[in-house]
Every structure is written in structure tokens, then in C-alpha cells.
């Protein structure tokens, strides 16, 4: 039995969900184009979204785009499409990071489909979380979902734990004197909210609003980033977190863009699987923005994988807010 056509209502849809997946500093640096007599949907990259200062090579780039990829792949699965993907198809064309090709029925055994539920409950959750421990069986899942798009994540003990928090921390005292840092960073901040009813600008679709900050972490607990680099936020609480979170490492086992995209994909697939779960996540990545320190994150004997491309810290506690979406029509190109 064939797919049914590619309708544009359809199409919007899953463009839309493709967009919920997480990125850096949630500059969505992704583009969609339709090749209508293909079948075909691609992935591209939107160069006017990426983050010289913090992601020179553009890894976490291509990780946001794998997860939107992934995304994409649920959303096509969810809609009776068997997603046949393809990742950097043309040599040639360095903006196209994967095809997905959508003229057959979604295969009987889908495991993809049972995800989309997740994609609008997904939100990073920068609160601290409880100390109730994750089921083992619960962590082994999330290892597994890794291991079905070709990645690895272990979970450390505390002792490796620690080191990453030292890791991070040294990371975020080298952004705060780095001033293309701060200034890439502010640039993607949204201190303010603003209405088209007040200054006739409209509410951004794009960065982290105040509301996603988060309350700031107290004295040295915690992996968050401070959005807010210093500024103070009316109503912002000072908190403790957790000394000791669990966090996952995800691994590939070397570190080339189709590995970038790999690990996007197996990101994305254990957020999801993790928020249907009942887990509450958030993604710790200044310790991987600086060459030197990103090779310590590594467990001893590399146990995790050759290179460390994020890492996830999850738990049991407040769900996080969401966080804008460009609009379709900025994204999605028909051809």
C-alpha cells in the first residue's frame, strides 16, 4: 500500500515538530527545503545562525540540526511515512546535512512513531531536581535508545561527576572573560519581554526568554549556564542544586559532521524517551566549547566513546518552560 502524498498541511506539521528539537542557545540553526516531485525532505543548514565564538567548527550546529532530524523522522513516522534518510547526500552542497525520502508507508515494526507525544512535552529544565535516584532500568533504556542511532551514553560515578562539574565551571569563568563570548551569548538572551501592543516589536522567535533562565545556582552546585552573565533579574532566586547530578555522557566514536549528526539524532531520541519516562532534562555543553578542557570530560579509558559530544543532566523535578519557535514560513522552503 502506498503513503498518501505529500500535503502541505502535513508537511507544515512536520516541519513544526522538526523545529522543537533543541540547540545552542536555541538559535534553531536549521532550514527545511521540499523537493515535491522527490518526495523528498531536506535539511539545511541556516548559516545566519551560527555561533562563531562558541562553536567555531559548528559541532553543536550540526548537533541541533541532527535533532531536528530526528524530530523530523517522528513526525513522518507519526504520520504514516517511513522516513528514508540519508545523511550529507551531495558532496557539493556542504549546507545539506540529510535527505529524507517520504513516498512509503511507515514499517510495521515503527519504533519511532510511539515518540511523538514527547516532542511538545520536551523542555529543558534549568531547576534543580530531587534526589531520587533514577531506576537502573530506566538509565539502561536511555543507553539503549543511544545505541539504536549509533552512539553511546554511560552514566558516571560521582567521582567522574565531580570532575565534569569542575570542567564546566572553568568553562563558564573563560566565557565570562571572553568578550566575543559575552557578546554572542547576550545576543541570544531575551531579558526582556516585548509585545507589539507596547514598542510595536513582536515577541522573538528565536533565543532564551528570561522565563527559561531559571533560577540561578548558589555558590558552586550545578552545570547551568547564567543566561543572565551577572545582570540582575527582578525576581530571580539564588538556589542550590544538586551536588552531585546525574548526568549522562554521549559518545561517538570519532568526531566528524556525520558523527555530529549521528549523536543530534541519539540526543534527541533519549531526551524523548526520557521525557515520556517522567525524567526532567537539561544539556550541559561549556566544558565541550573549549578544545582543552572538552577531552577531561571523557571518562578514564574513554569507556563513554572516543569523543564526548553532550552531556545530559536528568532527573526527577520541575519540567521546563517552553521556548520560542520560528514560524514555518521562515523555515520551510517548496520547491
Known sequence: MPARPLDPATVTAVVQDAAAAPSLHNAQPWKF????????????????RALPAEDPANRALHLGCG?????????????????????????????????????????ADDDLAPLHPAISLRHTSRHPFTHEAVPVEVLDGLSAAALLEGCRLVFPDDWHVQTVLDLVHEAEERAVLDPEARAELASWTR????????????????????????????GTTGPMRDF??????????????????????????????????????????????????????????????????????????????GQIQMVIRLGYGPHGTATPRRSVDDMLEIR
Open 191 to 218: 531579558t526582556e519581554v516585548r509585545t507589539e501592543a507596547g514598542d510595536g516589536a513582536p515577541q522573538p522567535g528565536d533565543g532564551i526568554p528570561v522565563s527559561a533562565f531559571g533560577p540561578r545556582p548558589r
Open 228 to 305: 543572565a552573565q551577572g545582570r540582575p533579574i527582578p525576581g530571580r532566586e539564588s538556589v542550590e542544586f544538586e551536588h552531585y547530578p546525574r548526568l549522562g555522557l554521549l559518545g561517538t566514536a570519532e568526531d566528524r559532521p556525520v558523527d555530529w549528526l549521528r549523536a543530534g539524532q541519539a540526543l534527541e531520541r533519549v531526551l524523548l524517551q526520557a521525557t515520556l519516562d517522567g525524567l526532567s532534562t537539561s544539556l550541559t555543553s561549556q566544558a565541550l566549547e573549549w578544545p582543552e578542557l572538552r577531552w577531561a570530560v571523557r571518562e578514564p579509558g574513554a569507556a563513554s566513546g
Open 67 to 107: 535533532a531536528a532530524l530526528f524530530n523530523l523522522r517522528v513526525a513522518a513516522a507519526h504520520q504514516g511515512w517511513e522516513p528514508v534518510t540519508a545523511l550529507l547526500p551531495d558532496g557539493s552542497d556542504p549546507a545539506l546535512l540529510a535527505e529524507v525520502r517520504l513516498d512509503q508507508p511507515v514499517r
Open 33 to 48: 527545503r521540499l523537493l515535491r516531485e522527490r518526495s523528498v525532505l531536506q535539511v539545511r543548514v541556516d548559516p545566519t
